[in-house]
Structures are given as structure tokens and as C-alpha cells.
């Protein structure tokens, strides 16, 4: 029969308009202008695959309602959403770092971050299991104070502040597998016992001197952060290696009420952001895992919002696996990169990956025994 599994889109999600940068780099000589990296058609071609595959009607539609002003400022300033909006009415800006802001940005993002909200809510409630999100702007590397990275707000930092506050949910982890580090998220809970943030990303990418295998947390939060920071190259093998040796057992130790997942696909080996060499095949399997953990520790809450991601031809692949996984069915639809990511040297565990894995694993100690 498979899990009732929720999804949550919306076609304004795709209105963002995230201007004529070369890449990320904002237009202005030398740099010609060009196509934003974090276009829409990653995510429309995501949903497109859906729809053409059929899966879509395997699927529960929840339908999105934009994030209360009262959501955005549990976590952002005052100051920072006053200058959002005045962008978004206006002539658009840059919110931060390498956040471009484009005319009714603003209510976009704000639909971004309440769609992760609805989910949030479903899946407490109880009409589905789990959830996928495929919001867009994205929102794990914003900050309280400023956007970045191409996250206007946190959308999961909002979601859970919001279950905190107003649906009796106490203890949360968040698993962030995209290839850039979570910092937005990491740092909105750094000092806080009651959230555990685990990120796997490529080591020393954006943001620099971020996600380092150091950054345990602070305060009362101090062992509350993990950091993964993988070395460029990694494959599944260190991958499913990190997930079984450190994610897992932070969960199990940690005992969350809820699981949130940042579901960045630029770690795959075809993405323009990332060098890694991750594949759909990959990203199913470590949604299993999720899963595993999450029926046997919180009655299977899990939801997943997207992050990156910015191989228009290969994210929809990685997305359908992901969500075939959540839902416990199959689209029938091959991967026909798969092959080519699956062939790549390297794709085992090396030295130098298991020396890394072996560090971090040494200390969730604390987490495992509480």
C-alpha cells in the first residue's frame, strides 16, 4: 500500500525572479550577465517529471498558505523583513550575500516558508506520514539578519519555531545533505539542546570557514551541532557510511519528536555548485534510512524541504528517488544518468574519507549515551 506522502508546490514558487547573474555572481564587468544558477526550471523540471510520470497522483497535494508576519519574525529581525519587503515593492536588491530579492519576492518566499509549514502541520496532525516540499527560494544558509546564499528566509528554522510554539513539539533535529553547509539553520539553534543539526556538505565550500568538524554548538547547545564536512569527490560509499556511523546514531542518542531534511541535490555528480558524486539511486537510499529511524523514534514524522540543486537535466531524477522512497512505491521510471554516476572511480569508501567519518563518529559520543 505504501505511506500516504505529502507534497507541497506551487507555480509562484517558480516566479522568483532571481535575475540575469552569471552563475551566482551578480551581472557587472567583467562578468557578462546571464542566467542565475538558482533558476526555476530545476524545480519546474522536478515537477514536470512528476506530472509526466504519473507519480504525481501517488502523491497528497497540500496546498501552501504564506507564513504569518508573526512566523518569519520568531527567527528574522524586524529590520531585516522591513528591508525584504521594501526590495520586493521596489526595484529588487541583493538581501544580504548573494541573495537577489526581485520584485514580489517577498510574498514568494514568504508562500516558500509556509509551505514548509503546512507540511509540518500534516504530518503532526496525522493525515500523512511524511512530507516533501519543493519550495523555492530556498532558505538554509539565511540568517536572522540577512539573506544568503540565495535563502531569503529559513524555511525550516521558521517551520519548527512555529512547531515550538504553537504545536506542543519540543525536541527536532534536521538532517541537511545538501552540498553547501546549513549554517542558517545551524546557527538560528547553535545554542539550543533542544534541536540537533547535522550537516553533511563538501568541505570548505560556502559558506568558507563554516561547518567545520569543531562546530559542536555553544552553551547549553555544545554537542547539539555536527558537522561533516566530506572532502570534493565523495561518493555513496562515504555517504551511506557517515549516515550509518554518525547520522543515525546522533538521532537515536538525540531522540527527536520530528525529523526535518534539507534536501539540497547538488551534491550529485552532475550539479555545477557541487563536486561530489552522489546519484538518485544514493539519495533513495539515505531517504530509507531517514524513514528507518523515524518510525522506530518519532512515529515516522519526516519532512523534507528543498534546497539546492542546480542540474536542471538531473535534479528531477533525484527527486522522483527521493520521493518514490518516501512513499513506498514505484514510478517506473529509469534513471538514465544513473549509470554514468554509478561507473565513477571513487565511488567506494577511501582512506581519507574514513578518517574523516572516524572523527566525527568519536565525538557523537555524548549523543549516543543520552
Not at 538560528?188 to 568558507?208: C, E, G, K
Not at 522512497?325 to 581519507?352: I, N, R, W, Y
Request: aromatic share 10%.
Amino acid at each position: 500500500m505504501g505511506n500516504k506522502t505529502g507534497f507541497v508546490y506551487h507555480e509562484q514558487y517558480a516566479w522568483h525572479d532571481s535575475g540575469n547573474w552569471a552563475g551566482f555572481l551578480p551581472p557587472g564587468f567583467p562578468v557578462q550577465p546571464g542566467m542565475h544558477v538558482e533558476h526555476p526550471e530545476t524545480k519546474r523540471r522536478f515537477k514536470n517529471l512528476l506530472d509526466a510520470s504519473g507519480f504525481i497522483d501517488e502523491l497528497h497535494l497540500i496546498k501552501p498558505i504564506a507564513a504569518s508576519d508573526e512566523d518569519i519574525l520568531r527567527f528574522h529581525t524586524e529590520d531585516y523583513f522591513r528591508s525584504v519587503k521594501q526590495m520586493s515593492e521596489e526595484a529588487g536588491g541583493d538581501a544580504g550575500e548573494l541573495t537577489q530579492v526581485g520584485l514580489g519576492s517577498f510574498e514568494i518566499a514568504k508562500l516558500s516558508a509556509g509551505g514548509v509549514i503546512e507540511a509540518t502541520k500534516a504530518v503532526l496532525s496525522g493525515d500523512i506520514d511524511n512530507a516533501y516540499v519543493l519550495a523555492r527560494p530556498p532558505g538554509h544558509h539565511a540568517d536572522a539578519d540577512m539573506g544568503r546564499g540565495f535563502c531569503i528566509f529559513g524555511n525550516i528554522v521558521i517551520a519548527i519555531k512555529h512547531a515550538q510554539a504553537q504545536l506542543d513539539v519540543g525536541r527536532v533535529a534536521v538532517v541537511d545533505w545538501d552540498v553547501h553547509h546549513g549554517n542558517g539553520t545551524e546557527t538560528a539553534f547553535y545554542d539550543d539542546p533542544n534541536v540537533l543539526t547535522i550537516s553533511l556538505h563538501q568541505d570548505n565550500w560556502y559558506p568558507p570557514e563554516r561547518g567545520l568538524v569543531s562546530d559542536i554548538g555553544t552553551g547549553d547547545g555544545e554537542g547539539f551541532a555536527v558537522n561533516v564536512p566530506l572532502p570534493p569527490g565523495t561518493g555513496m560509499g562515504a555517504y551511506e557510511s557517515a549516515f550509518d556511523r554518525i547520522v543515525i546514531p546522533a538521532l537515536e542518542g538525540f531522540k527527536p519528536e520530528m525529523i526535518f531534511v534539507a534536501s539540497g541535490f547538488d551534491g550529485s555528480a552532475f550539479d555545477p555548485l557541487g563536486r561530489m558524486m552522489m546519484h538518485s539511486k544514493g539519495y533513495a537510499s539515505l531517504t530509507q534510512k531517514l524513514m528507518a529511524a523515524a518510525d522506530s523514534l518519532c512515529d515516522g514524522r519526516l519532512v523534507m524541504a528543498h534546497e539546492g540543486g542546480y542540474s536542471p537535466s538531473y535534479v528531477p531524477f533525484c527527486g522522483l528517488a527521493v520521493l518514490e522512497a518516501l512513499a513506498g512505491k514505484t514510478s517506473g521510471v529509469e534513471d538514465p544518468f544513473l549509470a554514468f554516476a554509478e561507473g565513477m572511480a571513487g565511488q567506494d569508501l577511501q582512506p581519507h574519507q574514513e578518517e574523516l567519518v572516524a572523527t566525527v563518529e568519536k565525538q557523537i559520543i555524548r549523543l549516543k549515551n543520552l
